[in-house]
């Protein structure tokens, strides 16, 4: 009797993802993560085929994330039979995003695997991905409140106001440039003496006079947003008031580009802090009420 020789199943193909969210992580993370996706392959009898990765991405949304929309290009085209990640926030910490990759892998007959976890199914992708958003949120949260806490120490809130420096080796501390001082003290004087920020704007990019941001000085940047509180003229720091919480970040969820978006006065922070004043109260106040002149309707 002739013995038949058993055919070996066909290994499964599978590609695994790798992400980390910020600079400050380590950029040791994506190689570990690979490495505990590959062996937890080699035990499942899986053969690697290709590896996808996303450096200083953050999982709130897919937008911007290379490595994870090349993956999802691969799998429409049936490159691969299963994802390994190391764990479901990999792909994303946001519940609508989850649930849409793990929606379309399923169509296209695609697995997901977590190292720790095994199959991925529906009640995992729903349980994971209402932790890694409320996870998420609540580090959002933290930030503001450690945020809120250093303003009323009179320490920076974040972000750098022309016309200061920051103190090298003590967060959240900043001291006057005189140079940038003195142009803001001439963009109020002449201001208040009735020049307009657009005539203002012109000169110092004639003088080639450095703008906060840019290349050249315009008249917003000297007006700013009334709603938002934003611009030189309204910039409260330069009479030694430091306001904080103007304005929230969102996301916008089809572009995945944060947007900024002004909050009501009542939820505004404030805290003194006069050696930080570049202007007299006299000039700020002076310069806030021919704004408002400005801003009225002429009379019939």
């Known amino acids: 009797m002739k013995v038949s020789t058993p055919i070996e199943p066909t290994r ?9 969210s910020t600079y400050l992580q380590n950029e040791r993370s994506i190689e570990d993560q690979l490495s505990l996706c590959q062996s937890y392959a080699e035990r499942e009898g899986l053969t690697v085929i290709s590896t996808y990765e996303d450096r200083a991405r953050s999982g709130a949304s897919v937008m911007g994330r290379e490595g994870l929309l090349r993956m999802l290009d691969q799998a429409r085209a049936r490159s691969f039979d299963v994802v390994i990640v190391e764990a479901l926030d990999r792909l994303s910490r946001d519940m609508e995003d989850l649930a849409g990759i793990h929606k379309r892998l399923s169509f296209l007959g695609i697995e997901i695997r977590a190292v720790h976890e095994g199959v991925v199914n529906t009640v995992l992708v729903g349980l994971r991905g209402l932790v890694g958003q409320l ?3 609540d580090n959002a949260h933290k930030v503001r409140r450690g945020q809120a806490g250093r303003v009323k120490q009179g320490l920076a809130g974040g972000g750098l106001t022309y016309g200061y420096i920051a103190v090298a080796g003590r967060s959240g501390e900043r001291v006057i440039v005189e140079a940038e001082a003195q142009v803001i003290r001439r963009i109020f004087q002449e201001y208040v003496d009735g020049r307009t920020p657009r005539e203002i704007a012109h000169d110092l990019n004639k003088e080639k006079i450095s703008p906060p941001r840019g290349r ?4 917003s940047t000297i007006n700013g947003n009334l709603k938002r509180g934003a611009g030189i003229l309204q910039n409260e720091l330069y009479v030694g008031r430091l306001v904080w919480n103007k304005v929230r970040m969102v996301k916008d969820p089809d572009s995945g580009k944060r947007l900024s978006r002004p909050n009501p006065k009542s939820d505004w922070q404030v805290a003194e802090v006069p050696h930080l004043a570049i202007v007299s109260p006299e000039l700020f106040t ?3 009420q021919r704004r408002e002149a400005r801003s009225r309707p002429p009379k019939p």
């Open 12 to 20: 499964k193909r599978a590609t695994i993802y790798a992400r980390f």
């Open 135 to 137: 996870y998420r949120e």
């Open 216 to 219: 050249t000085w315009n008249a």
């Open 286 to 288: 002076a310069a806030q």
